[in-house]
């Protein structure tokens, strides 16, 4: 059973920084893309980040671009999102995903984990 699962949310506070992990397991992901998506609350889920598994290219919304970075441990076989100078409309539900092509869109990931929350105090 293929999963994905996130950890290392937590509340922030403005400016701060935050890591958050994510594991798949249940197949091999060599060759997909590792993707970070989040909803706000009452908000659409949108693209942050994400990384090509061999290629290590990596790919950020423009919101994100300069503070967040995604990387991988192709030894852990974890991929992660690296959070600094957060600001409060940070704060959302992320959840990482994985497709075997690069997509922006929420409706062409294959996998989803459950989602980690992620909260930024003023």
């Known amino acids: 059973q293929v999963q994905l699962v996130e950890s290392g949310g937590g509340l922030v506070q403005a400016g701060g920084s935050l890591r958050l992990s994510c594991a798949p397991s249940?197949?091999?992901?060599?060759?997909?893309?590792m993707e970070w998506f989040r909803q706000a609350p009452g908000k659409e889920r949108e693209f942050v980040a994400a990384?090509?598994?061999?290629?290590?290219?990596?790919y950020y919304a423009d919101s994100v671009k300069g503070r967040f970075t995604m990387s991988r441990d192709n030894a852990e076989n974890t991929v992660y999102l690296q959070m600094n100078s957060v600001k409060p409309e940070d704060t959302a539900v992320y959840f990482c995903?994985?497709?075997?092509?690069?997509?922006?869109?929420?409706?062409?990931?294959?996998?989803w984990g459950k989602g980690t929350l992620v909260t930024v105090s003023s």
């Open positions: 249940g197949r091999t992901f060599s060759g997909y893309y």
């Open positions: 995903a994985a497709n075997s092509v690069f997509t922006r869109s929420t409706s062409g990931m294959t996998y």
């Open positions: 990384i090509g598994w061999n290629s290590g290219r990596t």
